[in-house]
């Protein structure tokens, strides 16, 4: 075989996973469409200013911290290193990220379904579109939750494959990625049982491994169906042909175990993985206490029944059923529209009719039913101790979920593969939840995270996004403290674009502009918008307003022959002006006036003293110009370029 017939081969076997991939990954773009990230706050902006005031030594290996993950900050490092300063690229690379783990999803269902490519592709595209993704997507962070949540469904992988093919080269993997998840993330300790549990559920035979490492094709339906023994012919002995090929399947299985260790050594091997994390950890943090959310400790905050609570709240999650409060859950259950809590209980029937027709199924093939209570111990048991590593702190986010739900994807695509007809309801389970997942997505802006990226988003829009690197040369103030904007933030947001320039200007905040004596060009003035958590820049109107410059008027009244004042009227609906012409009247005497910019009735001197009312809604402010075809005839004073023409005053606020 030459090159080119190898090429040839490689692409042939490939070309489809790449273009399943493709669609996962175009899909995830469009599912997560209007998903941006401009601006860095809270945990996000923090995380990179460590970035960028540490070492790579000190930012990796945090000495002293409340939280060790140093694989995870080498990624984030790493990350950083490359993006730059353009945040805008996170939410695409967090879009990448979580297709690779729906591919690795799909890859894991095809082995798991016994090759039923259609309910694994089904599986792939019902994770990506998981109400659960906002964090993963929207945030910075989102990348140690991606991460953690990938090596974690790597584990219960390759237990899998321990249980069922004998493999301890499967185990000690486990093992390895047990170690990298907890130095991703801290919650993952709580798979240790999980380990130790496959240990023991690895006696007697398990599922050959049929498409494990199957071809493309194999195992589909037709070829199933061709094989000897799978005859639907009743007068046919199906139970002793299933018995020879789990005989057959077992002695195959046998034959690639290759080496393998005493079960007491593997437990001793994953006892020594979890001490060597711990004494690990009480090295760098000084504990062995997790640290909890929002700066609290678990040991400090953990009660039973609240994490009794919690743990349902969370099996209600992986159903469909959303509880809790608003900022937490995007919208309860109970105050979902009808719609949507009729396809969340018409999805929980098909689920519940393929469980029942799974457990058929299992009783049917007797031949191989431990082997299947096995794995559904090990699937249930991972999702488990994930629920209830995420119900001992303060609170329960949905974030925290996105890995039991993802296995429980992959069990039910697991009891695909004893449902026979019936597998077909994993796909109808898809159908029904499918819009469920994309009406909670609408209604992301309901999570505490989501309005004040929107602000920081906006912020980021209105400094370094029009101005560039200009924005550094300028003093930028915001108008209001709605949107309550730590010194931290104000201080370090705009260092994420500075590359490498020293002198960042801080962001400063006023209760109007009026706080401001005067306005420079060296001036940028942002207004919030709280309606649309948003900032307006609003330098230019405050210019217009208030310094479209004023000429020929002076502190006592006086005016030129062509004059411009600016004016805010009180509480009444007018504004009166005062206008006095100290010299002899001739006849024709006139002023015409505008007011912002509009043509108003002129001011015709009929005695000396004029008054001339303009209509104005309270508080309104405004520009009052001046055109007069006289001015005082031999006054002894001239103080600009023209004549003083007369003298103005507001007399009625």
Known sequence: MNLQEKILKVWRRWSPELLIFAIFLGFGFWINRGVELKGLYMDDLYLWSCYRNQSFTEYVFPMGSSRFRFLFYLASWLELFFIGGHVEWMVPFNIILNAGIAYSIYRMAVSFSDGRRIISFAVGILYLSSRMAYYQIGQFYGLMESLALWAALGILWFLYRY?????TGAFLMANLLYFVVCFIH????????????????????GLAPETVTAETGRNSEPNRAAEPGRSRRRGQSRGAQNKKEAAARTAAAEEKVGFHLPKFLLFVITLFVFGAIQMIRLYTIGTLSPAGTGGTDVADTFKFTDAIGQALNQVGLVFGRNSGPLHLCIEPFADSPDRIKNLILAAEAILGVGVLAAVIGMIRARYEIVCHLKNAVLFLVFITLCIGSSSVTIRVEMRWVYVAYAAALLFFAYLSRVMGKAGILVLLYGCLIFPVETYYRDNWDNLYLWAPQSQYNSLAEKTYGTYGDDIFDKE??????DFEISDFNAETFLKVYAKDKTNVPKLQFIDSDMDLKEITDDMVILCEDPEHNAYNDVTEIVKRQRFDTPFGSYSDGWIDEHAKIVLTNGESSKLTLKCYYPGRLTGGETCKIKVNGRQ???LVFTDNTMYYEIPAAPYQRFTVEFSCNFYVKGAKEHRGEENLAMVVKVVDQ
Do not use: S, W
């Open 163 to 167: 249980v069922n093919e004998k493999k």
């Open 600 to 602: 108003m009735a002129d």
């Open 476 to 481: 930028i103030y915001i108008i209001g403290k």
């Open 186 to 205: 801290e919650r993952y300790m709580a798979l240790l049982p999980l380990l130790l549990l496959a240990v023991a559920l690895g006696f007697g035979k």
